[in-house]
Each structure stands twice: as structure tokens, then as C-alpha cells.
């Protein structure tokens, strides 16, 4: 085992005991075991010490927020500092992984230009009790750059990252977003470094209405509205046609949640803004639902 590289797992947990169990039983079935567990508790108040406590393991590390961070990704840079491996993987406590996920993308981290190695997963839809795979097509591998402003493919329990790529930025996770940072690392690392993909699934994400990305997608709006602008303003992105769907993304999130939850007037305004394309011709129809039978179909 000790010549095989060592993997930090980063488990950033705030009140998730109903889930972390789960995540954590995920990490032990790994056919690959030089790992470490990182556990940042950002001052939970429920059992989630307790249970991670529970398991005797001299590769799980627990640390306590001394104050609590309102910013997701400012506290998986503090769990970040704790960090001594090779690589870097991540897990929310409400994901989980399959036993040969490590398994299998380590050895795509042996060309030295890689520095992003991510998989396909299964999206688990917790009310539902439903799976459905992320991607049917091929994910994109090499210099990804574009596939990520087009069409965003790397799910958040999938990735892995080599400590020398992410060295390499001016920082880590930005400290200002909290819903898209991983999006915005991702994207950064890309400019120079090469990805690497599991075409399988590695994970499960599960998809529930306590999450942080569901119960704040205003949230969401106005931080790509944020990075849209700096890479605007950004030579390394500024000639990137594809930067354009970065936008249209934004628009098209923000369309759909006034025309749930607020007047069809503005959502008629949105609509008529948004670029001609399918999702115009989407947003359109849901303009003609009954909202509450909107909210229980939509996908987006």
C-alpha cells in the first residue's frame, strides 16, 4: 500500500447526519485503502461528530470550525490546508461512491499533464427512489476547456485532483462563491491542465430538496452572473465563443425560477430575451403549465 499514492479525501459536513453514514461506508468499501478522510465539521450541531467518531480508523481526521463558515467552499479550503496526499478527492455527505471508484481513476493520473481526472455517476433522485445516469455519451477528455462552458460535465463526487495542478493557481476554491466554486476551480485548472475521465459511473449523486444547490438557486444565478463577468474581463477566456453559453445558462436559470415563482409577465420579459434556441421553445412551455405541476417535472 505504501507505494501507492496517497489520496485526501475531503468530507465537508455541516448538519448531515442523516446521510453521512452512507458517504462514509462508501469510502471503506474502496478497493484502493492508501486514503485519508478529511473531515471538516463546520459546526454541526446534530450527530455528525458522533457518527464519524464512531469509526475507528486511524485514516479518518476529524476537525472543528472554531467559528462556522457561511461560505461552502471557504471551509473545504480550510479542510484543504489539513490535507497530505498526492491527490485530492471530494464527497458531500449526502453522495456515495462505488467500491472501485479510486481504483480506477488513479492510474489515469499517470500522464503528468493531467491534472483533473472525473467519471460519469448515477443522479439519485431521493423522493422518487429513481437512478438515472448522468451522461449516455461519451464525456470529454484532453484540454476541456470548451466542453465546460458548453456543457458542463464533471459531476462533484467524481472528481479528482493532482495537489501540483492545484498548486499551480493563484488559489484554491474562490472564497465568494458558495454554490459554484467547484465549477469555477474546475474551469480554472483547465486552462493548463488536462482532464481524464471514468467513462462508467463512479458515484451516486443524490438529488433531494434540502440540498444547497436546490434551496438557493437564486443564489446560483447571481454567482454566475459574478464569473461571467471576470472571464468576460479575462483574457485567458475573453475569446471563447463558448463563453456565450455561460451566459445563456444563467439566463435560461433565472427565466424558469421567475416563471415559477413569481408574475408570467416578467417571465414573458425573460423569455422574450432568451436567444433563439430549443430551450427558448422550453421556456416558452413552461410559461403555459400549471406551476404546480411545473415544479414537479422540471429537470433543469
Known amino acids: 500500500m505504501n507505494d501507492l499514492p496517497l489520496i485526501s479525501i475531503i468530507i465537508n459536513c455541516f448538519n448531515g447526519d442523516r446521510f453521512l453514514q452512507k458517504a462514509l461506508d462508501s469510502v471503506i468499501s474502496q478497493t484502493y485503502k492508501n486514503w485519508e478522510i478529511i473531515f471538516w465539521d463546520n459546526q454541526s450541531t446534530d450527530k455528525s461528530a458522533e457518527i464519524f467518531n ?9 476537525y472543528k470550525a472554531l ?10 479550503n480550510y479542510a484543504i490546508k489539513k490535507a497530505n496526499g498526492e491527490f485530492y478527492a471530494f464527497l458531500d455527505v449526502d453522495d ?8 480506477k481513476q488513479v492510474p ?20 422518487k427512489n429513481k437512478t438515472k445516469i448522468f451522461r449516455e455519451n461519451i464525456l470529454p477528455t484532453g484540454m ?30 474562490n472564497n465568494n462563491y458558495h454554490i459554484i466554486g467547484e465549477f469555477d476551480l474546475i474551469i ?7 482532464a481524464d475521465c471514468v467513462q462508467s459511473p463512479v458515484a451516486f449523486a443524490r438529488k433531494h430538496e434540502k440540498s444547497e444547490s436546490y434551496l438557493k438557486r437564486n443564489l446560483e444565478i447571481e454567482e454566475m452572473k459574478v ?58 412551455l413552461a410559461m403555459l403549465m400549471p406551476k404546480f405541476l411545473l415544479k414537479i417535472i422540471k429537470t433543469y
Request: aromatic fraction near 18%; proline fraction near 4%; include cysteine.
Open 67 to 76: 467559528k462556522h463558515s457561511k461560505i461552502l467552499y471557504e471551509a473545504k
Open 227 to 284: 464569473l461571467y463577468t471576470e472571464m468576460k474581463n479575462n483574457p485567458e477566456f475573453t475569446h471563447l465563443k463558448e463563453l456565450e453559453q455561460l451566459k445563456r445558462k444563467y439566463m435560461y436559470l433565472q427565466a424558469m425560477e421567475i416563471i415559477l415563482n413569481k408574475s408570467l409577465t416578467r417571465g414573458f420579459t425573460e423569455v422574450v430575451k432568451y436567444p433563439l434556441c430549443f430551450k427558448k421553445f422550453k421556456l416558452a
Open 96 to 103: 456515495w461512491w462505488l467500491p472501485n471508484k479510486l481504483e
Open 108 to 127: 489515469l493520473f499517470k500522464d503528468p499533464k493531467v491534472g483533473i481526472v472525473y467519471g460519469n455517476f448515477w443522479n439519485f433522485f431521493e423522493k
Open 54 to 62: 464512531s469509526y475507528k480508523d486511524v485514516r479518518f481526521k476529524y
Open 144 to 173: 476541456i476547456l470548451k466542453d465546460l462552458l458548453s456543457n458542463y460535465p464533471v459531476g462533484s463526487p467524481t472528481y479528482m485532483i493532482r495537489k501540483k495542478s492545484l498548486d499551480s493557481l493563484k488559489f484554491n476554491f
Open 188 to 194: 480554472r485548472l483547465s486552462v493548463k491542465w488536462k
